[in-house]
């Protein structure tokens, strides 16, 4: 035999290894709905995983917001095109647990796939808010995180505050926000992102009052919505006024879009958002970042009492091989790592969702190189949580999230009082309940 045909031999089996070892990477298809400086870290993640083995590949696919790619992953499950895995966010939780032949429950598809899953690992608040009513859980906790008050500091000294003490109640809000403005030192004392999630959802938890009946949902699908107290009617009506004085500015429904552009640009000194903003902020933020606490009003007993969790979790989709759900599963044990978990609380903000991974963070030393980051943490911990404060689980409630930033709206432009906005909020949310037990029965 020739050294051409020699050659060309150990070149066409060198080229049919690499096409085998090419074709021996299963492929996994993950839709997320993180952007910006997430997406970014996100993507690393992936291409770690991707890297620390041969025999899996996980695509990631940035599909919009949390309801654009939820929405559009419905579709694909119509048209037989569904991903592996789907990022759901935690409204959407209720929905996704009735959704019982599009998904693959996570402790199922561990435990068949033999992978290490233990739900004692994760923090309490996680647990709670994502297994079913045996204790089984359902989704992946990927990213959860809270909401925080983020305050620049050069302004609060501009003002003559203190920057190492942040407002506590709400009333100091109002204060520190008249004298920020007085000074010159902004236009705008504060504004909030997500107001649903922020100045209602959580806003109820910190102060121990229901949203609905049945637990917030957790008891069953004839829930009803509650939200139409004096405490919620009052908060809304001081926002609108706060908003009428000058030193607060309404960032928009939905996610309150302009919110976060007001706090990079020094409009407003204070920002409530999410604690997994805290990489884009610290990207964007020209200024020294202090953070705080929600507030609370102090005249309403127990407050404060804790915060609950948003962000999101994975969702197995059915439709899919066996060689791909044992690649799906790999890949969430390779997350469950407290190196990895620690890591990613550290870069982007969301909380460390198991605690091993809390406690790495603490032997690194990184709460107290980076104070403020176990803002969210405390919060979240700051009590044991009660049938008010553990979270929620309504069915169509990214619609009814929805609704209840269309009435916030209507209060701020002054079409109507906190107590007509939540009254008509908690009417059109009921219809919707009402909706989905009829389509779930």
Not at 255 to 284: H, K, L, T, W
């Amino acid at each position: 035999m020739s050294r051409f045909t020699l050659h060309a031999l150990a070149v066409g089996v060198a080229t049919a290894s690499l096409s085998l070892s090419a074709q021996a990477a299963t492929e996994i298809s993950w839709w997320h709905a993180m952007g910006g400086q997430l997406g970014e870290i996100l993507e690393e993640m992936t291409q770690d995983f991707n890297e620390s083995q041969d025999d899996y590949h996980v695509t990631p696919s940035y599909r919009g917001t949390y309801t654009e790619t939820m929405t559009g992953a419905i579709a694909a499950f119509r048209a037989n095109e569904q991903p592996h895995i789907l990022q759901v966010f935690e409204v959407g939780t209720g929905t996704m647990m009735n959704a019982k032949g599009a998904i693959y429950p996570v402790y199922e598809l561990m435990e068949e796939h033999g992978r290490a899953f233990d739900k004692e690992a994760f923090l309490p608040a996680v647990v709670g808010y994502y297994t079913d009513t045996n204790g089984n859980m359902l989704s992946f906790p990927f990213n959860s995180s809270t909401p925080i008050m983020y305050y620049n500091r050069d302004m609060f000294e501009e003002a003559g505050l203190d920057p190492e003490q942040p407002p506590q109640t709400w009333d100091e809000v109002a204060d520190f926000s008249r004298q920020i403005v007085e000074s010159g030192a902004a236009s705008c004392g504060f504004t909030t992102s997500w107001p649903s999630w922020v100045m209602l959802e959580n806003f109820s938890a910190w102060h121990n009052v229901p949203l609905g009946t049945l637990e917030n949902g957790f008891g069953g699908m004839e829930t009803e919505f509650t939200f139409n107290n004096e405490l919620v009617a009052r908060h809304w009506d001081n926002l609108h006024d706060w908003q009428e004085e000058g030193v607060f500015k309404w960032g928009g429904p939905g996610s309150g879009p302009d919110s976060e552009p007001m706090f990079y640009s020094q409009d407003c000194a204070i920002f409530f958002g999410s604690s997994a903003s805290r990489a884009d902020v610290a990207a964007n933020s020209e200024f020294e970042v202090g953070f705080g606490m929600q507030p609370y009003y102090d005249d309403v007993e127990g407050a404060p009492q804790n915060s609950i969790i948003g962000g999101a979790t994975l969702w197995a989709l059915q439709g899919h091989s066996d060689d791909e759900y044992e690649a799906v599963a790999a890949f969430f044990e390779y997350l469950s790592q407290p190196e990895v978990q620690a890591q990613w609380h550290q870069q982007t903000g969301y909380l460390p969702i198991t605690q091993a991974a809390w406690d790495l963070s603490q032997e690194q030393g990184y709460y107290e190189e980076n104070p403020g980051a176990d803002i969210s943490l405390k919060q979240m911990t700051l009590n044991e949580p009660t049938e008010n404060s553990k979270g929620l689980r309504f069915g169509n409630f990214v619609q009814i999230r929805d609704i209840i930033s269309e009435e916030m709206e209507a209060v701020m432009t002054g079409d109507k009082s906190g107590q007509e906005a939540a009254d008509e909020a908690v009417a059109r949310g009921n219809d919707l309940l009402r909706d989905f037990e009829a389509a779930n029965q």
